[in-house]
């Protein structure tokens, strides 16, 4: 099967998470500094999560840059993935709504470790389906990147029982991990495409 339908697919649906999220923001009926700092919880929860979304968008993209073709497998394992992405509104805004309490900060954590698994669920059944040689298999090796990110969030979300501004950083800090586009893939992709412009030039 060919991908460019999961594509377009995928596609639509993080645009309507990030419109969901937006529309999140309650525009304030006061013309005060006092009521936009009102609102401030929520907006930090938004940027937090929109970073996340369009994180996910952008290594979504360069992962199927990588493959040629699905299967069935791997229109689940994308739909996985979707269904925590689509959740991130829900405990965003409960989150910022409730101004970070801890166990609204766990719950945030728990729908990103979930989007996370899926994410790498998704990466190995495209590399199981494409083999080792494949671009793919090849750019994201032990996936090491992934492994941290899932470590950091176990550690952030019991953490945020006690502490939810130090599990806040966790998940921040996982955000600023991802925030290039994957460069494993990147470097792969150059390397394909420097191959293919030597084979013409011969």
Do not use: C
Not at 71 to 77: R, S
Not at 102 to 116: D, E, H, I, W
Not at 120 to 127: D, I, S
Not at 138 to 148: F, L, N, S, T
């Amino acid at each position: 099967m060919q991908k460019n339908r999961m594509e377009a697919f995928s596609d639509g649906v993080i645009a309507i998470i990030i419109t969901i999220m937006v529309l999140e923001i309650k525009v304030p009926h006061e013309t005060t500094v006092n009521a936009l700092l009102a609102i401030a919880p929520v907006f930090l929860s938004y940027l937090l999560s929109f970073l996340y979304v369009g994180i996910y968008w952008n290594n979504h993209h360069h992962l199927l840059h990588s493959i040629h073709k699905v299967n069935g497998k791997i229109l689940w394992a994308n739909l996985h993935l979707l269904f925590w992405l689509s959740l991130i509104p829900f405990a965003s805004g409960w989150m910022g709504e409730n101004h970070f309490e801890p166990l609204t900060v766990m719950l945030y954590g728990t729908v990103l470790l979930s989007a996370g698994v899926a994410y790498y669920l998704l990466v190995t059944t495209l590399a199981s389906l494409h083999g080792n040689a494949s671009l793919l298999s090849q750019a994201v090796g032990d996936k090491a990147k992934e492994k941290i990110s899932l470590l950091i969030y176990f550690i952030s979300i019991p953490l945020a029982y006690w502490q939810p501004w130090l599990s806040l950083a966790g998940y921040f800090f996982v955000a600023v991990m991802w925030l290039a586009p994957d460069s494993r893939i990147e470097r792969q992709l150059g390397k394909a495409s420097e191959s293919r412009e030597s084979q013409v030039l011969r």
